[in-house]
Structure formats: C-alpha cells, structure tokens
C-alpha cells in the first residue's frame, strides 16, 4: 500500500515560488474505498491576486531566457517524472481510482509530452515569406501572451495538466494553474517536480479551490490573458461567457459522446475489444469514452452477443490491485449522475441488456463502484444516446447501412471521438471525410490519442481550439508579424508596388 508524506496529506497552494497555507480546506477522498487520504486548500479569490501579481513580474524575465534554454527545464521534468512514474502512478490511482495500468499510460502520457513540448524550444516556428515591395523582409515570430490560466479536470488530472502547462511555459508564459479538487494529489507533485527542476519562481503557481471563487478570479483577473478549460460542456459555457465579457481568449474542451461504428464487413472480435477498452477503460470516464456503438444490422446481434459475453470478464475493483480491469466512479456525485441516466433509458424504452446497477466491492463497501452497462434497443434520439453520462454505459444502435451509420455518429450535439470498423478502404476515407469530430479512429476504438497530434473537437466539444501537437501553442502564443525595410527609402505598401 503507498503511503502519503505529510506534505501530501496536508496540500498547499504554490504560489511564487512559496508552498502557502491556507485555513479552509477539503477533504480528498480514495473513490476505491471512501476513505480521506488527504486535504486540500479551498482558497478565496485574494490566492489568485497574489499568484497574478507575481505571475506578471516573474514572466517578464522567463520571456526573456532563449527559447531552448525553457526547454531543457522540460527534459528535465520529464525526466524527474519518468524517475518517478511508478509512485505518481500510484497516486494517480489513489486519487482518481483508474486502474493502475491506465495510471501508468497516464503519466506516460504527461512524460511524453515533456520531451516532445520541449523540442519545441528550438521550434516554435513561425514565418518567413516574400514582401510585395523590394528590399524589405517579413516574417511572423510567436510570442507569449503573458499570464495565463489553465483549469484541469479529475479524469486526466497529470496528461491534461502537461498538455497545457507545458506548451504554456516553453513558449514564455507564467502559469496559474487551478487543478480539479477532486485530484490534488497529482498537481502537488507536478508543482514540486518544476521546483526541484528549477523552475523560477512566479512561473508556475498551483491554487486549489472552487470554479466559483477561483477560477471566477481566474477570469476575471486582468492579467490572465487566456484560460485554458477542460471539463463539462455547462461550465465550458460558463467559462466562455464570462471570458467572452473580458475580451479573454478562452480554449475549451468539453466532452464527447463518441461512437463506435461496426460496418457488416467487421471484424467482430476486434471490435468488441475496441469498444470494451474505449467504453469501460477509465470506467467510462473519459472525454473520448465510447458510449455509443453504432451497428450494421447485418451483424448486430453477432456484435451485441460477443459484448456481453466479453463484458462478463470485466471484473471491477480497487485500481490498486493489478487483476481489476475497472476501477470505481470518481465519488457519489458521478454515481448518482449514472444511476439517473440509467432510469432515463429505462423509461425511453431502451433494453437494459447488462448492468445498470451500482456495485459493492467486498471489503470497499464504501467505494463508488458501478457494474459495466449496455443498453440495446437504442434510438438515436434517446437522451442516453445524445447527453454525456460520464460512466460505464454503452448504447447500441442498430443502422441499416453506412450513411445511416455516418449521419448517426454526426447527430449528436459533441464532436470530439469517433470510430469505424471496417475492412473497406474507399469506407475508411469516406468515414474519414464524413465523421464530424475532431479525431476519427478507424478499426481501434475512440480512446488513446497521442500528445503530438492535436486533441479536442467540434460543436459542442469545443470552440475551435486544440490541447496537445503543435496546435496547443496557438493558445499560449500570440502572432506578430515583423516587416523590415532595408531599401533605405519609404516603400509604401499596397501603393508602390510595380505592379
Ligand atoms: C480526456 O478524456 O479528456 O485519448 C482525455 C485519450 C487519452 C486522453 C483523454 N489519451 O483517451
């Protein structure tokens, strides 16, 4: 069993380089059993006025180190994390209650994006091009907005903090960075991983609390420039509305309600361990989770048979214990959230053909686990087949051909995941084409994106930003375009050209 320091029991806000107690405070609860294993700082809105003070001045000077110099302060975090990716593993398990496999893919995940963010240093590119007139040079460099913003979720608490904390800080940023109480664990370590690496202080500052007080500070501050938001679509909006009132760039992804979709061409038993993996890994809690499965009704009832067959050996338990394929539900909020979409379908006429109950681990009674579910006999208007549930729960859809299957997988209010299984490769680039989401799987599931590839969705996912690849530094960075005149005379643009 991992054992917690007394620094890790008692978390505290890191603000300027300083670790700030602070009086009111949570509890942080192991979802696999119910028990405290720590407590956490509720801050009031004066941390982020402190935190946006020291942010401003420390990023003044952090704009001014070269590029690749930030940069080796990322190899080195990735290293110091890759050193430790076996306890923050743990950690990560005992604060969110994924299964310690994902655990590690997690902080892989953050590892990976260490290295990758930290080539970046001697990237970052920007543009040269050709002038109209004679003599003269141009080009556009991308520059750091200054303070920013980031609000991260529980469900990736350490991946989802690198994808935006470390594109921030290599391209000269200061961060204040207001992790999900539920998961503090993983931002206390990640703070203390850039201390020990180096970091200055004032670049990155961790202020734990509410989206009410802090992240309403967060926005409201003037000398944040951007928020970078990953959570629900109703508090994305939120967000951006109140983002919208500051003129402040805002970067949002809010969920999915991804599909898989299984042509009559198939093949079966790889898609039953596609939509396994994508709809019940993380118990279903993922922005790109699979809870729906969009079948040709020519292998339907194959396809729905093989599920439940395979669902039976999903065994669910605490995430520690390496023989449980599923861990539990982040607390009784998420249960409660499940346990009514679960009344919903029945009541919509959907078929509980698994599951759809809450389940009790013995010896963690007081865990919140859930059984793995699927519903069949879905339509595609049902709200348990539109509204993201957040959980172990799958909807099967039967369509009779491949535009069905398309327009199925496109009416839906999200757009983030999607899939199709299928041997058929002029299928393969129609679906490419047709799928309205921001990322498209073909013969794996809707789960495992990777950090150099951009991350994050249409409609209601998102407002036209991306997490992860190189698109993530679009949200830190600013463009300038640079003219430069070497003719030694006034050139007027759009005037003296010969043409
Ligand atoms: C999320 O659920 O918000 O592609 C992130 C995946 C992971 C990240 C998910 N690499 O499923």
Known sequence: MITLTNEERNLKNFINGEWTEVTNK???????????????????????????????IAQ?????????????????????????????SQLLTLENGKVIEEARGEVQEGIDMAFYMAGEGRRLFGQTTPSELKDKFAMSERCPVGVVGIITPWNFPIAIATWKSFPAIVSGNAVIWKPSSETPLMANELARIFEEAGLPKGILHVVYGSGTTVGQAMI???????????????????????????????SLEMGGKNAVIVMEDADIDLAVEGILWSAFGTSGQRCTACSRVIVHKAVRKTLEERLLEAMKNLTTGDGLDSNNKIGPIINQAGLDKIL???EIGKEEGAKLAAGGKQLTVENYEKGFYF?????????????????????????????????????????????????????????????????????????????????????????????????????????????????????????????????
């Open 340 to 342: 009514k979409y679960i």
């Open 60 to 88: 003044r000077e952090w704009a001014l180190v070269p590029a690749p110099q930030r940069a080796e302060l990322l190899y080195k975090v990735g290293t110091m994390m890759k050193e430790r990716k076996e306890r923050l």
């Open 220 to 250: 409201e501050h003037d000398a944040i420039r951007v928020i970078s938001f990953t959570g629900s679509n109703e508090t994305g909006r939120k967000v951006a509305t109140e983002c919208g009132k500051q003129l402040k760039k805002v």
């Open 371 to 499: 059984e793995p579910t699927l519903f069949t006999d879905v339509t595609i208007d049902m709200r348990i087949a539109q509204e993201e549930i957040f959980g172990p729960v799958v909807s099967l859809i039967e369509v009779n051909n491949f535009e069905e299957a398309i327009a199925a997988n496109n009416k839906v209010k999200y757009g983030l995941s999607s899939s199709i299984f299928t041997q058929d490769v002029n299928r393969v680039f129609q679906a490419q084409r047709d799928l309205d989401t921001g990322i498209v799987y073909v013969n794996a599931g809707t789960t495992g994106a990777e950090i150099h590839l951009p991350f994050g969705g249409t409609k209601g996912t998102g407002n036209g930003h991306r997490d992860s690849g190189v698109q993530a530094l679009d949200v830190f960075t600013e463009w300038k375009a640079v003219y430069v005149d070497y003719s030694g005379k006034l050139q007027r643009a759009q005037i003296d050209t010969d043409a």
């Open 26 to 56: 949570e509890k942080v609860y192991n979802p696999a059993n119910g028990e405290v294993i720590a407590e956490v700082p509720n801050s009031s809105a004066e941390a982020i006025t402190q935190a946006a003070e020291s942010a401003g």
